[in-house]
């Protein structure tokens, strides 16, 4: 049983960052695609940024590309998403995902495990 624990939401100002973490257990992962999403009230879940959990092969949405990096740490089984320049319309719910496959995917319904999400609230 995959196991994501989120971590390190908050409110933050505009212009402000944060760095989400996504703890797993439960399996090893290197066959899996590790990712985050948001989702902000009144819309869908939208896709952040995704990479394997062993190579290189990562994917971001235009909106967040040259302010949020993803990143993992093998020894702490831990998905990172640090967040610069943050804009109130970056406010959502944050979630880790898991897939199983070598393949980067962009789409929720792709992703079998979820965390339980984190808040980040950004104030202009």
């Known amino acids: 049983q995959v196991q994501l624990v989120e971590s390190g939401g908050g409110l933050v100002q505009a212009g402000g960052s944060l760095r989400l973490s996504c703890t797993a257990s439960g399996r090893a992962f290197s066959e899996y695609v590790m990712g985050w999403f948001r989702q902000a009230p009144g819309k869908e879940r939208e896709f952040v940024a995704a990479t394997r959990w062993i190579g290189g092969s990562t994917n971001q949405a235009d909106s967040v590309k040259g302010r949020f990096t993803i990143s993992r740490d093998y020894v702490k089984n831990t998905l990172y998403l640090e967040m610069n320049s943050l804009k109130p319309e970056d406010t959502a719910v944050y979630y880790c995902?898991?897939?199983?496959?070598?393949?980067?995917?962009?789409?929720?319904?792709?992703?079998?495990?979820w965390g339980q999400g984190t808040q980040v609230t950004v104030s202009s």
């Open positions: 995902a898991a897939r199983r496959s070598m393949v980067v995917a962009t789409i929720s319904a792709e992703y079998e495990y």
